[in-house]
C-alpha cells in the first residue's frame, strides 16, 4: 500500500502502520479478525493513509481521548480531515460550550415527552417492514436495516417518509465516502438539503406534528432559543448522526445471530436477556471509527503528538481489546454474569452518545420483533458477505432465510 503522505518528524520509522479504515481490502472481507490483529501492532501508531492519523489501540487510551477534551478537541471529527465550513452543534463544540448545547437537547429532543411513542412506533414500523418481506426471506441491509431506523427519525422529525432515499444519497456519501472530497460532497449536500427542508418547517411549524421537531422548536440555550444557523446545524447533526450508525450495528448483530442458532435461540426463549446480551453484541461488534484532533502538543502513553495532529479513536478496536477482554471475538451473553457489559460503543465522557437510548430501543425492538418471526434463520445459501468500509463498517448486503409456517 503506498501514501503520499510525508511522514511528520515527530513520529518514529517503527510507530508506522499502514490501517486504511474507508479502503483496505482485508477490512472489507474480514473486519474484525483484521481489527483484532491489531495486538501486534505498537499499543499507538501512526497511519500515513487518509491524509495521516494516529490510531489508538488500549481501550483504556481510547477512552482518554474521548473524555479529555483539552487534550484532544473535537472540533474535528473527520477522518480523512476535512474543513470546519460546516459545524454538527454539538458534536463539534468542546465543554464548556458544548455543555449548555448538549444538556438543552437531552432535555428537550431526547425527553421523555419527545419520545413518548418510540416503542410502539418502532414495533409498528418494524412489523410494516418485516409484512412487506417476500415469505421467508429478505434483503436484511437494504429492506429493514436501512428503513427502520431513517423511518423512526423522520417520523420524529415530523418529516414525510417519502424523503428516505433523498436523505440516504448524501448519509451515504458521508459515511462511505473513500476520500475526503467524497465525504466533503456529502456535507454540502446535507447542507443543502437540511436548509432547504428546515425553511418549509419553520415557514408554517404549526403543521409539522412530529415530537422532535416541536422540541427543537421549544429548546431554549442559555435561556435564548436558537438562531436558523443553530437550527440547521442541530439538525443537520441530528439526520446524520444516528442514522447510519444504527444501520450499520444492526447488519452485524444480524449476520451474527444468523450464524449462530445457539445464541439466537437463546434470545427468543429468553428475551429478557436482550438487554445484556446487547451490551455485549455492541462491544463485539463496534462499528465506529470517530476522529479527534490533538489540542497542544504533549506525550501520550510515550508517544508525542503535535497540536492538529488528527487522532483515531475506533469502537471496533477498543471492543476487542485483548488486554481488556479474554477471547474477545468470542460471543459471550455471560461475560459479565448478570451485569451489562461496559463498553465504548456510544463513546464516553461529555460526547457520550446524545442518541445512545434511541439506538437500543431500536436494536432492542428488532430483536423482539424479527427473531421470533424468523424460525431456523439463516444466511441464503452462497452467499459472499462483505463488509462495506468506511466511518462506520457495515455489511453491503446481508440475504437472509428462514422457515415459512402457517
Known amino acids: 500500500m503506498e501514501s503520499d503522505v510525508r511522514i511528520p518528524d515527530h513520529v518514529p520509522a517503527e510507530r508506522v502502520v499502514h490501517f486504511d479504515f474507508r479502503n483496505d481490502e482485508a477490512i472489507r472481507h474480514d473486519p474484525y479478525k483484521y481489527i483484532a490483529d491489531l495486538k501486534n501492532c505498537p499499543d499507538i501508531f501512526f497511519s500515513p493513509d487518509l491524509g495521516g492519523y494516529w490510531v489508538i489501540r488500549p ?3 481510547i477512552a482518554e481521548v474521548f473524555t479529555d477534551h483539552e487534550r484532544f478537541t473535537a472540533t474535528s471529527l473527520a477522518i480523512p480531515k476535512r474543513d470546519a465550513s460546516i459545524v454538527l452543534i454539538p458534536n463539534n463544540f468542546d465543554p464548556p460550550r458544548h455543555t449548555a448545547y448538549r444538556k438543552a437537547m437531552a432535555n428537550n429532543l431526547f425527553s421523555p415527552r419527545a419520545l413518548a ?9 418494524a412489523r410494516q417492514l418485516f409484512d412487506h418481506f417476500t415469505p421467508g426471506k429478505c434483503e436484511f441491509v437494504s429492506e429493514f436495516a436501512y428503513k427502520l431506523p431513517i423511518d423512526i427519525f423522520l417520523n420524529l422529525m415530523g418529516a414525510d417518509l417519502s424523503l428516505r432515499d433523498q436523505c ?3 448519509i451515504k456519501l458521508i459515511f ?11 456535507f454540502i449536500e446535507a447542507y443543502a438539503w437540511v436548509t432547504t427542508w428546515l425553511k418549509e418547517q419553520l415557514a408554517d411549524p404549526s403543521r409539522n406534528k412530529g415530537s422532535m421537531f416541536q422540541a427543537l422548536l421549544r429548546m431554549k440555550i442559555d435561556d435564548k432559543q436558537p438562531d436558523f444557523e443553530d437550527m440547521r446545524s442541530m439538525t443537520l447533526m441530528l439526520f446524520s448522526g444516528g442514522l447510519d450508525t444504527i444501520t450499520s450495528q444492526m447488519t452485524h448483530i444480524m449476520h451474527f445471530l444468523a450464524e449462530s442458532p445457539a445464541h439466537r435461540q437463546r434470545l427468543i426463549d429468553h428475551p429478557e436477556d436482550i438487554p445484556v ?3 455485549e453484541m455492541l462491544r463485539r461488534f463496534g ?7 490533538v489540542a497542544k502538543d504533549h506525550v501520550f502513553y510515550g508517544v508525542q503528538m503535535k497540536k492538529g495532529d488528527v487522532v483515531c479513536a475506533g469502537t471496533p478496536i477498543a471492543g476487542l481489546d485483548a488486554d481488556q477482554w479474554d477471547n474477545p471475538l468470542e460471543v459471550d451473553f455471560d461475560r459479565g454474569g448478570r451485569r451489562k457489559v461496559k463498553h465504548l460503543g456510544f463513546g464516553a465522557g461529555p460526547h457520550l452518545c446524545i442518541g445512545a437510548y434511541l439506538a437500543r430501543k431500536q436494536l432492542t425492538v428488532m430483536l423482539e420483533e424479527l427473531l421470533p418471526r424468523m424460525p431456523n434463520l439463516r444466511i441464503a445459501k452462497d452467499t459472499v458477505i462483505e463488509n462495506q468500509a468506511g466511518a462506520t463498517m457495515m455489511l453491503k448486503a446481508l440475504p437472509l432465510e428462514w422457515d415459512v409456517t402457517d
Open 59 to 61: 481501550s483504556e487510551a
Open 117 to 125: 411513542t418510540i416503542d410502539p412506533d418502532t414495533r409498528d414500523f
Open 168 to 170: 440516504l444519497s448524501w
Open 176 to 186: 462511505r465516502g473513500r476520500s475526503a472530497e467524497e465525504t466533503g460532497q456529502g
Open 277 to 279: 446480551a446487547l451490551e
Open 287 to 293: 462499528i465506529s471509527f470517530i476522529g479527534r484532533s
